[in-house]
C-alpha cells in the first residue's frame, strides 16, 4: 500500500524550531519530487518547499527563504522540513506529497501530486 505519513508537528513559541518528517512506504522516492505544503484556516494552500531525490534540487517559497531547509535521506524513504526562526504566521497543518518526474518549482506552484500525507499540525505561538 503505497503511503506518505508526515510526523513532528507541534505546538511551539515563535522564534522556535521543528523538524517535520515524510516517510514513505508502499514506492520508494528515487523518481519522485517530494514536496511540502501548508494549509492555513481561510487560507489557500501554499508549496513550502520541494526537492527532487534523484539529484537534490531544491525549492523554497519566499516566505520560507532562509528559515526552512528540506532534504532527504534516500536509505530510510523519507524526507524532511527543517524550520527555524518560526513564526506565528507559519501556522498551518503541513502536508507532503510526492509526484513523479516533476521539476521541483513546478511541483511546489502547481502541484498535480500523485500522494499525499494526512498532514500534521504545526502551531507557533506568539
Known amino acids: 500500500q503505497v503511503q506518505l505519513v508526515e510526523s513532528g508537528g507541534g505546538l511551539v513559541q515563535s522564534g522556535g524550531s521543528l523538524r517535520l518528517s515524510c516517510a514513505a512506504s508502499?514506492?520508494?522516492?528515487?523518481?519522485?519530487?517530494i514536496g511540502w505544503f501548508r494549509q492555513a484556516p481561510g487560507k489557500e494552500r501554499e508549496g513550502v518547499s520541494c526537492?527532487?531525490?534523484?539529484?537534490?534540487?531544491?525549492y523554497y517559497a519566499d516566505s520560507v527563504k532562509g528559515r526552512f531547509t528540506i532534504s532527504r535521506d534516500n536509505a530510510k524513504n523519507t524526507v524532511y522540513l527543517q524550520m527555524n526562526s518560526l513564526k506565528p504566521e507559519d501556522t498551518a497543518v503541513y502536508y507532503c506529497?510526492?509526484?513523479?518526474?516533476?521539476?521541483?518549482?513546478?511541483?511546489?506552484?502547481?502541484?498535480?501530486?500523485?500522494?499525499w500525507g494526512q498532514g500534521t499540525q504545526v502551531t507557533v505561538s506568539s
Open positions: 508502499g514506492f520508494t522516492l528515487d523518481y519522485y519530487t
Open positions: 526537492i527532487t531525490i534523484s539529484d537534490g534540487s531544491t
Open positions: 506529497a510526492a509526484e513523479a518526474f516533476r521539476a521541483v518549482q513546478a511541483m511546489c506552484v502547481s502541484p498535480e501530486d500523485d500522494y
